[in-house]
C-alpha cells in the first residue's frame, strides 16, 4: 500500500524554523517526484517545493525561494523540507505527494497522485 506521512509541523514564532518530513511506504520515492504543498483556510493550495526524482533537481514556489530547502534521504526513503524565516503568511496545511514526473507546471499538482494527510503549521507570537 502506497502511503505518505508528514510529520514535523507545529506552532513557531516569526522568524523561526521548522523541518517537516515526508515518510514513504509501500514503495522507494528515489525514483520519484515529491512535491510539498500548502493550503491555508479561504485559499487555494500552494506547490511550496519540488525535488525531481532522477537528476533531484528541484524547484521553489516564488514565496518560499532563499528561505525553504528540499532534500531527499533515499537511505531513510524520506524528503524533508527545512522552513527557515518563517512569516505569518506561511501558516498552513502542508502536504506532500508523489509524482513519477514532474516538469516546470510541477506547482499546479496536477501530475501528482499519491498525498499524504497534512501537518499543520502555525507561524504566530
Keep these: ?7 514535523g509541523g507545529g506552532l513557531v514564532q516569526p522568524g523561526g ?10 514503495f522507494t520515492l528515489d525514483s520519484y517526484a515529491i512535491g510539498w504543498f500548502r493550503q491555508a483556510p479561504g485559499k487555494e493550495r500552494e506547490g511550496v517545493s519540488c525535488i525531481r526524482g532522477n537528476d533531484d533537481r528541484t524547484y521553489y514556489g516564488d514565496s518560499v525561494k532563499g528561505r525553504f530547502t528540499i532534500s531527499r534521504d533515499n537511505a531513510k526513503n524520506t524528503v524533508y523540507l527545512q522552513m527557515n524565516t518563517l512569516k505569518p503568511e506561511d501558516t498552513a496545511v502542508y502536504y506532500c505527494a508523489a509524482a513519477l514526473f514532474v516538469d516546470s507546471t510541477w506547482y499546479e499538482g496536477a501530475y501528482f497522485g499519491s498525498w499524504g494527510q497534512g501537518t499543520q503549521v502555525t507561524v504566530s507570537s
Excluded: K
Design 17 to 26: 524554523s521548522l523541518r517537516l518530513s515526508c515518510a514513504a511506504s509501500g
Design 1 to 7: 500500500q502506497v502511503q505518505l506521512v508528514e510529520s
